[in-house]
């Protein structure tokens, strides 16, 4: 009976990380195509965007004094 359930929870869990995954890539596509356009941003790509960022902070290095 513990296994049956371990498994049921365990492909709940997968299907969840699929689904995930798939909203990440559909949010990519859907940023690459709004580049090309003026549309504004979705709430998808807007999530894709803030979750792949590769920034760290508002200050770039020119703009740090010494």
Do not use: D, Q, Y
Request: proline share 3%; glycine share 10%; with cysteine.
């Amino acid at each position: 009976m513990i296994l049956v359930l371990v498994a049921i929870v365990a492909v709940f869990f997968a299907g969840s990380v699929c689904g995930i995954f798939a909203l990440i890539v559909l949010g990519i596509h859907a940023e690459e195509r709004r580049a090309r356009t003026t549309h504004a941003p979705s709430t998808v790509g807007t999530v894709s965007r803030r979750l792949l960022t590769t920034r760290t902070g508002e200050k770039t290095p020119e703009k740090v004094g010494r």
